[in-house]
C-alpha cells in the first residue's frame, strides 16, 4: 500500500482499561468502570486525536482466587455490543472493536449482532475473536465446559467462516426498496445460507442485509502457535503482547512469515501490540512517577495474590515486605487462580520460583519489590518526545504497525498522550492530521472484502 | 378526571402494515441507518410517550407460519433490537427504550448484562420484551434443538401444547436467571477501600446458583446491578398459558381484546402492575380518510390486512374516545403498533397525544427520569440484600 522510501503510518488505539492491576483504581483522578460517561471520555478523546478505534475487552465470568472472588482490581463491565452501540452515537469515525468469544456464543447471533453494530456505526465494528472454553466459564452457559482446550481454535476457526458465511449471504445491492415497482428485495433469496461442520450445522435465512464494511474487521489476540495461525489464516489486525523491539520484530515477522500460505499480502494483517506509558515533563520525571503507579498497582495484597499465581498456594499468611516462601509451588492441576488467562504462562512454576528467589537475594527484594520487577508491564517511560520516538522506531523497524494503548487511569489516562505525543507523531507525517475514510477499514487501510 | 393513561409505541419496519413501506412518507431505504431509528423515537419523546418497543426476531421476515418465504414485495431484513434501541439511548433522555429479545436460543447470561448495559447507557430507561420462539426455521439457525412445526392449524394438538407449554416454561426460568443476574450485585457491592485495597466486598456480590431443568447458571453477573434495579420486564400474551407467564415472570403485559368486555376478563387472569392493550392505527383528519389510507396499502398489497391486534381506523379524537373507554375494563395503557411510520407515529404524538391532554388522560411533560419511575414502579429492593441479613 505504502509508497517505497516514505515512513509507514502509525495505527493507534485505545484500550479502555481493564479488570486487572494495570489499571489503578485508587488513583484520586480514578472514575467509574461502568458509568457510560467514563465510555463517553475515553472514546471521545480517542477520536479527537484521531486514533483508528476504541477496544473493549470482555470475560464471562468475574476472577476468583482461592475459591473466593478476586476483590482487589476493579470488577464488573459492561456488555460489549451495547456500549459500543452507544458509543456510535456519540463518535463519528472512531472503529468500535470489542471481544466477543466464540465459545458460548452462536455464529447466528454473534453475525447478526456485529452486522448491526457494523450498520448503526456508519461502518466502525471490529471484532477481536477469543477462543476460552474453560468450565468455569462454562458454568454461566447453557452448555457448561463442553469444549476441550484443543478444540478451542478449530472451533473458534469453525465459527468464524460461518460468521463469514452469514456475511456474506446477502449481496450489496440486495435492498431496492423501490416503491414505484413494489420491489423490496431484488432477490427472493437473499440470506440464503447453508454450513454444516463438526461444530455447527445451520440452515436458514440470516436477516441483517450486508452492511457498510461487508463484515467487521477481525482482531485476534492469541500468541500460541495455533493463536498465531489462526490469525495468519483470518484476522486483519493482532492485539499482541510483544511491545520490545527485539521480541516485537520476531513475532512481527514470524506472523508475517505465515501470510503468503493463505495467499495474503504482508500489510493485510496489522501488528498492534498492547502497550502502557507513563508521560513526564522529562524523561527523569516519567521515570519517578512510573515507580509511583508501580507501587500502586501492586500493593502488599496484590503482591502476595500475584505471588499465590505462580505459587498455586494459600500464601496469605506471608508478610509482603518479608522474603519469598522457601516451600515449592504446588504444580498440580487444579489451580488457585479461575478466570484468568495469565496463569497459563506459567510453564515452568518450580524453575520460575527459583529464579524469583534467586534474585530477591541477590537484590535484597521483599515480596513486594521482587512482584513489582517482574510483572511490570510498562512498555513507554518518559516525555512526550522520548515516546513519540521510541513508538516511532518500534513502527519503522518492524516491531509493529501500531499500538493498543492501556491508559491506567479510568477515563482520563488518555488525554496527555492525546495532547502532547499524538502532535509530535503528526509532526514527523507517521500519523494522521484529518481521518482520511469514514470506516475503521480505511482508517487501517485494509481491503474491503468482496 | 380519568386516571392518567399510559402510552407506548410498537416500531417495525416502516409499520405494520407490510404495504407501509410504500407509503409516500415512507423512508425504506433508510431502515438499516441509524438515524432512521433516531428520528421515531426522538418523535416518540416529543410526544412525552412511556416507552417505545422494538421488534426483532431471529430468522427474516415471512408471510407463511411454516418458514421463510421468498417474497420480494415486503420488507425484509432488520437490525437487532438491543443495539438500536443503545444506538438511540444517547441520544434521547426520558423514553422509555424496550427492544425485544428471544429467550428460545440465547444465553440469559448475555442478555442480563445487555439489558442491564442498556440501563446504564440509557441512565434508568431501559425494559425488555421477552419473546419465545416455536418458529422451526429459527431453531435451524441454531442447530441445537428441533422444534415441533407449529402452524395454526396444528396449535391445538397434544404435541403443540407441550411444545408451547415447554417453551414458556423455559422463559419462565430465563427470566428468573436474568433477574436474578440484576440483582447478583447489591448496589453498594463497589467500595474502593483503600486502606485494604479492596475494589468490592465481595461479601456484597451472589452467586445465583440456579439449576433447573433447561439449563443451570452459576453467575454473579459482570455487570453490576442496574440504575433502575430491576429494568422492566415485559410480554405479549395472546392465550391462557402466556398469560400465565406473564402473571409469573413481566412487569407490564400487552394483550390483544378484541373490545373492552374481553379486556376485563384478559386483564382478571394477569394480576400484574401493568396491563396494555395493543391496537394497530391507522389515523387521519377525518374516519374516511383513515380507511382510505386503509385500503390503498391494503390495495397495493392485494390482501385485506389482519392481525392479531385490533385495527382501528380513525380520527385521533376517536381514539381517545376508545382508549378512555377500554381504560375502564382495567387496562392501565395502550401499546400502538403504527401502520405507517412516520405518519401514524406523528398522528400520536401530535394528533392523539395533545386530545389525551386536553381531557386530562396524558402527561404534558416528562415526570420521571426512570422507566420505571414513568410508570409509577419503585425501585426493587435487592433479593440478595434480605438473605444475606438473615
Redesign the interface.
Known sequence: MRELGLPKQIHLAAHFPGVNNTTV??DPKAGSH???DSF?KLAQTAERAKFDFFFLA?????REQGG??Y?????????T???L??L???TTHLGLAGTINST???P??VA??F???D????GRAAWNVVTSWDAFTG????R?GFLAESDRYTRATQFLATARELFDS?PADA?A?D?ES??????????RFQHADQH??????????RSPQGRPVILQAGDSDGGREFAAATADAIFSRHGTLVEGQKFYADVKRRLPAYGRERDSLKVLPAATFILGDTDADAQEKAAVVRRQQV????AIKLLEQLWNRDLSGYDPDGPLPAIDPDVSDSHIAKGRASVRMHRDPIATANEWRARAEAEKLSIRDLIVEVTNRQTFIGAAATIAGEINDLVQQDAADGFILVPHVTPDGLDEFADTVVPLLQERGVFRTEYEGTTLRDHLGLEFPQ | MPDPLHLAVALDGTGWHPAS??SPN?R??D????GYW?DLVREAEAGTLDFVTIED?????TDRPDG?????????????A???A??????TSHIGLVPTATVT???P??IS??I???D??S?GRAGWRVQVSGRA??A?????RTLPMLSPGSLDSVAATQAVKDLFEEATDYVEVVRRLWDS?EDDA?I?D?A???????DK?HYIAFDGK???????S???RPPQGQPLVTALAHAPIPYAFAAGSADLAYVTPGDADHARKIVAQIPIPHVFADLVVFLADTEQEARDAKDRLDT?DRTVFTSDAAIFTGTPAQLADLLLDWQSAGLTGFRLRPARLPDDLVAITRGLVPELRRRGAFRSEYEASTLRGLLGLARPANRYEGARVA
Open positions: 483504581w485508587s461502568i458509568e457510560f463517553v470482555e470475560g464471562l465470568r468475574l473466593q472472588i476483590d482487589l482490581d476493579v470488577v464488573g463491565r459492561p456488555d455490543f451495547t456500549v452501540a452507544a456510535a452515537a456519540v458460548f456464543n452462536e447466528y447471533e447478526r449482532q452486522a448491526s453494530l450498520h448503526l456505526s456508519d458454568e454461566n452457559f447453557r457448561g446477502w435492498v426498496a416503491k413494489g420491489v423490496f428485495l431484488r432477490d427472493g433469496s437473499a440470506g455447527f450445522d445451520i440452515a436458514g435465512r440470516f436477516n441483517v442485509p500493593s502488599g495484597a496484590t | 413501506w410504500r415512507a425504506p431505504g431502515l438499516f441507518r441509524p433516531t426476531a431471529l430468522g427474516l421476515q421463510p418465504d421468498e417474497r420480494t414485495d415486503h420488507v425484509r431484513g432488520r437490525l437487532d438491543i443495539l438500536i443503545s444506538r438511540v439511548a444517547p441520544l436460543h440465547t444465553e447470561f448475555h448484562k445487555a442491564a448495559t442498556l446504564y447507557v441512565r426455521h429459527e435451524g439457525h441454531f442447530g441445537r450485585w463497589e474502593r483503600a485494604t485495597g479492596r475494589f468490592i466486598d465481595r456480590l433447561y439449563f443451570s447458571v452459576k453467575g454473579p459482570i455487570t453490576p397495493l
